[in-house]
T-cell receptor, first 110, second 110 residues
Framework: DAKTTQPNSMESNEEEPVHLPCNHS???????IHWYRQLPSQGPEYVIH???SNVNNRMASLAIAEDRKSSTLILHRATLRDAAVYYC???????????FGAGTRLTVKP | DVKVTQSSRYLVKRTGEKVFLECVQD?????MFWYRQDPGLGLRLIYF???????EKGDIPEGYSVSREKKERFSLILESASTNQTSMYLC?????????FGPGTRLTVT
C-alpha cells in the first residue's frame, strides 16, 4: 500500500493561513488523496479529497502537485476550533478501506 | 445527519474476559470499519466489512474477531481481553468514500 508522510506537528497563528504538507511519493495513478481531521475527544471527520486537480470546499482547499507525489491542505484562516490532528490518506478506488497514519497535530495560537 | 453510535464511551474489563464492542449506523451504508487508536500510532485498521456477513482483515486483526449479521450493526469481539488491547476503539461507516466515525469507546483492560 502507498504510504504518506506528514510532519508530526505544526503551529499557526489565529486568522492566518495554514499549509499542511503531505508526501506520497509512491502514489499510484488511480489513488485518491483524502484528508480527515480529528478534534479533541472526537472521531475523525472528513475534510476534502481529490485525484489530480485542486479542490475547494467550505472547510479547506487541497492543492495537488503536478506529479501527484505531494499535496497540501490549506486552511485559509485558521481559527482556534481548527486545532486538531490532520490525516492525509491515500485511497485505492477499488476498495473503501483507508490506512490512517499518525497525522499532523496542528496547534493554533490566539 | 449520518449517525454512528457505539455502545459505550468507557469500558473497563478484566484480563481474559470476552468483550463485545457494538457499532450501529443509521444511513444504510454498505461499508463498516473498526479501528484502534493509540498515542503516536494514529488509527490502525482492525477489520472491515463490505456487506452483511462479509469481513476483511485490516492491518492488526490478531486477537480480534468481528460479526456483521445486519447491515446497520458491526460488532468487534475480543475473545480473551489482554492488557495490550487497552486502547480507544473507533467505528466508522461509509457508502462510497467519506467515512463517518462514531465517538469512540475507551477500553481499559486490567
Amino acid at each position: 500500500d502507498a504510504k504518506t508522510t506528514q510532519p508530526n506537528s505544526m503551529e499557526s497563528n489565529e486568522e492566518e493561513p495554514v499549509h499542511l504538507p503531505c508526501n506520497h511519493s509512491t502514489i499510484s495513478g488511480t489513488d485518491y488523496i483524502h484528508w480527515y481531521r480529528q478534534l479533541p475527544s472526537q472521531g475523525p471527520e472528513y475534510v476534502i479529497h481529490g485525484l489530480t486537480s485542486n479542490v475547494n470546499n467550505r472547510m479547506a482547499s487541497l492543492a495537488i502537485a503536478e506529479d501527484r507525489k505531494s499535496s497540501t491542505l490549506i486552511l485559509h484562516r485558521a481559527t482556534l476550533r481548527d486545532a486538531a490532528v490532520y490525516y492525509c490518506i491515500l485511497r485505492v478506488p477499488s476498495n473503501n478501506d483507508m490506512r490512517f497514519g499518525a497525522g499532523t497535530r496542528l496547534t493554533v495560537k490566539p | 445527519d449520518v449517525k454512528v453510535t457505539q455502545s459505550s464511551r468507557y469500558l473497563v474489563k478484566r484480563t481474559g474476559e470476552k468483550v463485545f464492542l457494538e457499532c450501529v449506523q443509521d444511513m444504510d451504508h454498505e461499508n463498516m470499519f473498526w479501528y484502534r487508536q493509540d498515542p503516536g500510532l494514529g488509527l490502525r485498521l482492525i477489520y472491515f466489512s463490505y456487506d452483511v456477513k462479509m469481513k476483511e482483515k485490516g492491518d492488526i486483526p490478531e486477537g480480534y474477531s468481528v460479526s456483521r449479521e445486519k447491515k446497520e450493526r458491526f460488532s468487534l469481539i475480543l475473545e480473551s481481553a489482554s492488557t495490550n488491547q487497552t486502547s480507544m476503539y473507533l467505528c466508522a461507516s461509509s457508502h462510497i468514500y467519506e467515512q463517518y466515525f462514531g465517538p469512540g469507546t475507551r477500553l481499559t483492560v486490567t
